[in-house]
């Protein structure tokens, strides 16, 4: 709702109560120009004894505080700007509202330094409904780790509340609600969790609380406090100085936002690197704490979650917070915040390409698509980017593909955009080296397929090592190698994030001027006389020349609409991740190589935030990408963990952290399919079998080539041509994975 529809008509400024409307300042104002203004955020809320202003003491000391350290002198003592407060609220006949102090330096002159320009002072108060959403009290929120960063307290003192900085905050959120989230969690330079854009986040894991310290440069907020205190009360162990990675992200039993404008909103999809759960939540709400049971769901991991209800006897509730607010008039207890959700999104009603698929596929050929030439492209998403297998992705960076020297090749180039990929899209991406090593018997088709692996690397330049014998004890001790004696070690190897490479040639394809909406769902590709002319979303038609299918799993349904078969098959793969024991970390701390032992048919590598993940790699489960159990089962890890035991014997004693399942899209060969169809126009980048992330810059470079020049002289095509089906439905033939 804008100020234009709400019922309010008065404004207090510099000592007196003047019209909404003429509450106004120069343009010339030099806090407008140089953000040198410093503010609050405090709530007035409907009690069973009447309105009442929460915590504001304490509202008006940090304001107070923050002029002090930006030489504001402020002509009002806190009594005044109380009874103005009190008096404003009183006026416009609110019972509950959102209240703004804003002291800033007015008009007079505009070099950098404020020195001759007077001190400002207003109050303003509106209705203010859930900054979230009114339905993240029930569901929670989707948010996003941004790829913006909080600016350290040695750069701009992170203790004051001051309106310039927030042009970091407002960064953040737009860039999480243009992906498609509600919300953003933002990371210091550190590369640590820093908080929300408006909001401190709270993270539980087995039952204790843990927030972040004032060292990881986040405002002490006062909502923040008061959860603390809350939470003490009801027994909870808070740890108010933590430091958390953003590793602890992705395995903990629950997140949570506080803030003056947030009050207490949850994340219940965490998209950051696995991000898929949906996680329970604490609220507080009137005279009860609430824990909700997270609700179960395809592609939604799950750890140990107890559902709890804690209820607190209201006389004890108020007790505690009678000493926080300021009661005004004589009503009963609601809350007041303001929906944060997007509004439906504007598409073209004409473009050059569409890419339809906000996955890291899709948004890699976007970003190459508009980075390379003039045409107008729209990628369109019917959830969120990354939303699908891209967020689900390990996303090991790997070169060794036995005697196969194009994917060898096409996984090199990919990597080395990987290491420059801020420098090219302007965003920063989650990488750790992790050397892929291949164990296996020689003279055996294991054998034979790790040393031809050896022979490819080395012939491209890749860097590569060969171990023999008893140096395998030597090189990996952590693993029982008495049935191998040979190992061939990619030694460049790596992994990294599918949400962050996502994220960021999104927001590089944005750069070049592409237009990406998310939450429209493409229904069809409409053609004429073999030659694509648009697509029907659920949004509108979108006219265009040339379609790029790379909707994952997907893709067949939308193929399907212009009359063509794509032989792909969805199927469940199944990932556990595991917290090793401390004297395990200790004695390696590299954990583990990234490998997957011959026959197994698993793979295991190191984790961000210390962890190991091991996964299926099996093909064997087919499932519909829209309802499959994303909870992997029981005895899928406990043989997971009996062969990781017989493989690595001091990881017996590692905790479960989290599981989750994802979808891989097979082909029969498990190659791609990177095409046009017999349909002028529309193009096919899919069937990515489990390989498909550490090739996404070389896809999205074929995808853009073709469609640009028809052909590319990068790789070899041909190789990833649909007609091999019709050639032979097994197309270049049925890979021996489990070697």
Request: hydrophobic content about 35%.
């Amino acid at each position: 709702m804008g100020f234009e529809e709400m019922d309010v008509d008065t404004i207090w400024m510099d000592g007196e109560f003047v019209d909404w409307d003429d509450a106004q300042t120069h343009v010339l104002t030099h806090t407008l120009h140089y953000g040198t203004g410093v503010f609050e955020g405090a709530r007035c809320y409907n009690t069973e004894n009447g309105p009442a202003l929460f915590r504001w003491d304490e509202h008006l000391d940090r304001l107070f505080d923050s002029a002090k350290v930006l030489d504001h002198d402020i002509d009002h003592t806190h009594e005044e700007i109380t009874e103005a407060t009190v008096e404003l609220i009183r006026r416009q006949g609110l019972e509950s509202c959102y209240i703004r102090p804003l002291v800033y330096y007015g008009y007079n002159s505009l070099g950098v330094s404020p020195k001759d320009c007077p001190t400002r002072t207003l109050v303003a108060c509106w209705p203010w409904g859930a900054y979230l959403g009114e339905e993240a009290i029930e569901e929670g929120v989707d948010v996003m780790v941004s790829s913006w960063r909080k600016h350290s307290s040695s750069q701009i003192p992170t203790n004051v509340k001051a309106t310039g900085p927030y042009i970091n905050s407002m960064l953040a959120g737009e860039e999480a609600r243009r992906n498609g989230y509600v919300e953003a969690i933002v990371l210091n330079k550190e590369g640590n969790v820093a908080e929300g854009p408006g909001e401190n986040i709270f993270l539980v894991n087995d039952g204790e609380i843990y927030t972040t310290g004032l060292a990881e440069s986040i405002l002490d907020g006062i909502t923040r406090e008061t959860a603390i205190t809350l939470a003490e009360d009801l027994g909870y162990t808070v740890h108010d100085e933590a430091t958390i990675s953003r590793g602890q992200l992705y395995t903990a039993d629950e997140l949570f936002f506080t803030g003056t404008a947030a009050e207490g909103d949850a994340d219940s999809k965490r998209r950051r690197h696995r991000y898929r759960q949906r996680l329970a939540w604490a609220s507080y709400r009137g005279d009860s704490v609430e824990v909700l049971r997270p609700r179960r769901g395809p592609t939604r991991r799950l750890r140990r979650l107890v559902p709890v209800r804690v209820a607190l006897e209201k006389n004890s509730f108020f007790r505690r917070t009678s000493n926080w607010l300021c009661r005004l008039t004589d009503n009963t207890m609601t809350d007041g915040r303001r929906c944060g959700r997007m509004s439906k999104p504007t598409l073209p009603a004409r473009t050059d390409v569409v890419v339809v698929g906000g996955g890291v596929m899709g948004t890699s050929a976007a970003f190459f698509l508009a980075q390379s030439s003039d045409r107008d492209v729209v990628l369109v998403e019917k959830d969120r980017l990354a939303a699908g297998s891209t967020g689900d992705s390990s996303a090991i960076l790997r070169h060794h593909y036995g005697p196969d020297e194009l994917y060898a090749e096409m996984a090199w180039w990919s990597h080395g955009f990987y290491r420059r990929f801020e420098e090219e899209t302007g965003a920063p991406l989650a990488y750790d080296s992790s050397p892929l090593v291949r164990f296996a018997a020689a003279g055996t088709a294991g054998g034979r397929y790790a040393e031809d692996g050896y022979d490819v690397l080395s012939e491209l330049g890749v860097p590569v090592s060969k171990r023999v014998g008893d140096e395998l004890g030597d090189a990996y001790p952590m693993y029982t190698t008495d049935e191998f004696d040979l190992a061939v070690s990619d030694d460049a190897a790596a992994y990294s994030d599918g949400t962050d490479a996502a994220m960021g040639f999104a927001r590089g394809a944005r750069t070049h001027g592409a237009y990406i909406a998310t939450g429209v769902a493409v229904e069809a590709i409409e053609h004429e006389a073999e030659t694509v002319t648009g697509v029907r979303t659920s949004h509108g038609r979108i006219d265009c020349d040339a379609v790029v299918v790379a909707a994952g799993p997907w893709t067949p349904r939308l193929a399907a609409t212009v009359g063509v078969d794509v032989p792909i098959t969805p199927v469940r793969e199944q990932v556990v991740l595991l917290d090793p024991p401390e004297a395990y970390a200790d004695r390696y701390p590299s954990l583990t190589p990234t490998t997957s032992v011959p026959g197994g048919e698993w793979y295991i590598r190191p984790d961000f935030g210390g962890g190991v993940l091991v996964a299926t790699h099996k093909h064997t489960e087919p499932v519909d990408p829209d309802e499959y159990d994303g909870t992997p089962d029981e005895e899928t890890v406990l043989d997971l963990v009996d062969r990781l035991e017989a493989a690595v014997p001091e990881l017996a004693d590692a905790e479960l952290k989290g599981r989750y399942c994802g979808v891989y899209s097979t082909t029969p060969d498990h190659d791609f399919i990177i095409d046009e169809t017999d349909v002028s126009g529309c193009y096919l980048a899919c069937g990515f079998s489990g390989h498909g992330f550490k090739h996404a810059p070389a896809v999205g470079r074929l995808t853009a080539d073709l469609v640009l020049d028809g052909d590319s002289d990068r790789f070899d095509l041909e190789y990833f041509s649909l007609d091999r089906f019709a050639e032979h439905p097994d197309g270049h033939g049925r890979p021996a994975d489990n070697i």
